[in-house]
């Protein structure tokens, strides 16, 4: 008995006298350490422990090493991890107002998108996916997604034609390849570079830094600027990690997403820059498409389908296209 008490009470002690233990926040990245997101994520979570004074410890996990973005999702929904940059593409299975950000040729570009989703609008989609589980904190940048390929230059839509492109998961862009006459195959990120060094696709499509960090280039040569899809990104926090947080850590951890997307934007700008003087370097063959309407105009039954199945999205669109 008196062994126990003072076992107890000694351990009671060690309680006392300890710092409470910090709050360790699991991270999901999808891209290589010294892509502009990564970059501006670790700038996050280095702001917020400074900022909780190691209260809270975030930590990110950079190449997609906790899993492929849908299963992310899944994950940040259910608390399994804490925080994570999502794009949006793969998000629309999940929470349905987000496929407006993937219909082809939703906004003019990227300034509008900024536009867009920083004010009101942006805060609709951020309240569709805080009622899924995730609290979007900022909007990255993710510049416009263009067509490459391993056979020859896109010129029109003719030149898609029997050809097999990878897209990310979301039967929107299944249905935007067919309606250029491609064939569409959703698939993981990480399978794409493999999958066009075998045949397996013809081509994929995205932005200059994914075509370049993925080293997609060094496999499809020809990339064509279509800029069919702009789809901005968000820093999202779990609901589950977020909701029991202090009044004073939520404005920590706000600000500090907000900081990151600011840095992430500037270091974006550069970026795309950068990747496309060193795919030309590298040989890639780019071409402008000499009429993207032609390309926009194929587009017409994408929208009508998405409407007839999500008629109550049709003013969400309306609102965008109306945005300056
Ligand atoms: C990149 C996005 C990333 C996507 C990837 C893809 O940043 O989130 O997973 O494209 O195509 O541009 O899967």
Redesign the pocket.
């Known amino acids: 008995m008196t062994f126990t008490r003072i076992a107890l009470s000694g351990a009671v002690a060690a309680l006392i006298a300890a710092p409470a233990l910090a709050d360790q926040w699991r991270g999901w990245n999808?891209?290589p350490e010294d892509y502009p997101?990564s970059i501006a994520l670790e700038s996050f979570a280095k702001e917020v422990a400074d900022k909780t004074g190691g209260r809270i410890e975030p930590e990110v996990y950079h190449n997609a090493v906790l899993g492929d973005?849908p299963d992310a999702i899944e994950q940040v929904r259910n608390g399994g991890l804490d925080f994570a940059n999502f794009?949006m593409?793969p998000m629309g299975q999940i929470v349905p107002a987000t496929n407006v950000l993937s219909l082809p040729f939703i906004f003019k570009d990227v300034e509008q998108m900024h536009h867009v989703m920083d004010g009101p609008i942006g805060q609709q989609f951020s309240d569709a996916l805080a009622a899924e589980g995730l609290v979007a904190l900022s909007w990255f940048d993710?510049g416009s997604r263009s067509f490459y390929n391993t056979k020859h230059p896109i010129e029109t839509p003719d030149d898609v034609k029997g050809m097999k492109f990878r897209v990310?998961n979301n039967d929107l862009y299944v249905d935007m390849v067919d309606q250029l006459g491609g064939n569409a195959t959703p698939m993981a990120?990480g399978e794409v570079y493999q999958s066009l060094k075998t045949g397996v696709i013809d081509g994929a499509e995205?932005?200059y830094p994914?075509y370049d960090s993925s080293n997609h280039f060094e496999v499809a040569k020809y990339y064509s600027i279509t800029n069919h899809l702009i789809i901005p990104?968000c820093l999202c926090v779990s609901t589950a990690t977020w909701d029991p947080l202090s009044d004073e850590d939520k404005a920590i951890v706000k600000e500090a997403a907000v900081h990151a997307a600011e840095e992430q934007r500037q270091l974006w700008a550069e970026r795309e820059k950068a990747s496309r003087e060193k795919v030309e370097a590298a040989g890639v063959e780019i071409n402008e498409v000499k009429d993207p309407k032609a390309f926009q105009d194929k587009m017409g039954p994408v929208y009508a389908n998405f409407i007839k199945a999500n008629p109550d999205l049709e003013s969400l669109i309306k609102d965008i296209q109306a945005t300056e």
Do not use: T, W
Request: glycine letters at 8%.
């Open positions: 999808i891209h997101n973005q794009n593409g993710s990310m990120y995205n932005n994914s990104e």
